[in-house]
Every structure is written in C-alpha cells, then in structure tokens.
C-alpha cells in the first residue's frame, strides 16, 4: 500500500515552460487535493476534486490547471511557469468525510527561475 | 469562513519541558481541527483530530490537544518533549468550502535543545 505518491521529487524549470506534477493514490479515495507551501504562509489550497470528472478551484488556482479523469490520479499542470511558482506541492487524499483525514505524499520541490 | 491562527512561529524548549503549541479557531459552527506534523523534507502526517466526541484528544507519539469552545482555542501540548519532536507544526481547520478542505496555520517551528 503506496499511500499517495508525487513524482517528481524536484524540478527545475525556466520561467514560461510547462510541466505536469503527477500524484497518485492507491486508496480509493474519492477526494483529491493539491496545495502549495511556501515559507511562513502554511499550506494554500490550489483544486481540489471530490471524484473523477470533478474539478474546482480552491484559494490559489491562477497559472494552475488540473483534471481527474481516474480515481487514482489528480496531475496539476503549471501552463507557463513563473518565479512565483517556486513552490513546495504536496497532494493530498481524503478517505471517507465520516473519518476526514488527509494523506499527504512526499512533495514536489520546484523552482522557477 | 472558518481558519485558525497559530501563535508563535517559533517555539523553543529544552528536551523534557513541556511543549506547548497555541491554536486558535475561527468557526461559526462546530469545527473539526486538527494538528500536523511535518519534518524536515517530508510530507505531513495527522498527530490528532477533534471531531466533538471529547474535548481532549490524544494523538501519536504522547501529543494532546484540548478543544475549549470559551476561548476558541486548540492547544497542542505534550508533558515532556523529546529531540525527535522537534519540527513545523501546523493546525488545521475543515471548511465547509471547498469539499471541507483543510485551511491551515501558518505554522510552528518547534526546536528542542538539549
């Protein structure tokens, strides 16, 4: 049992390239989540997704796309990178609401330069 | 909407102090809070959740919050800390937007010397 895993572990990109971070989940969990971290702000929520084919901003989705066409996985595409971006991400996974605990992968480390 | 507010980005005891972690609430409602742990490099990990059942709920590796619905607050405590306890800290609170996502703290570095 995987948990949630993200790939790549750190990228690095030049300002107006795109990317893909992947997260995939081997728990059947219908909620999925992508948040950002950056020093002395906490975790920012970028979309979330309550199941497959459903898809919804959350606090901070501008340069950031997503889509969820499995349960399983919930990429997030960085259409044209900026400085800003550099950013700690982190996926995360719900079980059921009854229970709501999030499981977090590892995190994807990525600067923009 | 609800959030939480962490009072002190940093903390520093020695090693068998007591640790405390201040957490406050802001929710029109009954909330659910949490506490996570996150080291050096890695993902974060539930300590403990706060779902109205008790008032004090007790996590992993001997941490315990109280939920007091008077003063809003969500303390994170552990009697005596260890080396290994020492890394950020964040609360968090389950909003009813966004899917009861987690809204989180901003964070608390937790350092223990020896």
């Known amino acids: 049992n995987a948990g949630v895993t993200q790939t790549p572990k750190f990228q690095v990109l030049k300002t107006g390239q795109s990317m893909t971070l992947q997260c995939a989940q081997d728990m059947n969990h219908e909620y999925m989540s992508w948040y950002r971290q950056d020093p002395g702000m906490g975790l920012r929520l970028i979309h979330y997704?309550?199941?497959?084919?459903?898809?919804d901003q959350g606090e901070v989705p501008n340069g950031y796309n997503v889509s969820r066409s499995t349960t399983e996985d919930f990429p997030l595409r960085l259409l044209s990178a900026a400085p800003s971006q550099t950013s700690v991400y982190f996926c995360a996974s719900r079980d059921s609401l009854a229970k709501n605990i999030q499981y977090f992968g590892a995190g994807t480390r990525l600067s923009v330069l | 909407a609800q959030s939480v507010t962490q009072l002190g980005s940093h903390v520093s005891v020695s090693e068998g102090a007591l640790v405390l972690l201040r957490c406050n609430y802001s929710s029109s409602v009954p909330p659910y809070l949490f506490w996570y742990v996150q080291y050096p490099n890695q993902g974060l990990q539930l300590l403990l959740k706060y779902t109205s059942a008790a008032t004090l709920v007790k996590g992993i590796n001997g941490f315990e919050a109280e939920f007091k619905k008077s003063e809003t607050s969500f303390h994170l405590t552990k009697p005596s800390a260890h080396m290994s306890d020492a890394a950020e800290y964040f609360c968090a609170v389950s909003a009813r937007q966004s899917g009861y996502a987690l809204n989180f703290g901003k964070g608390t570095s937790l350092l223990v010397t020896p």
């Open positions: 997704s309550v199941g497959a084919g459903i898809t």
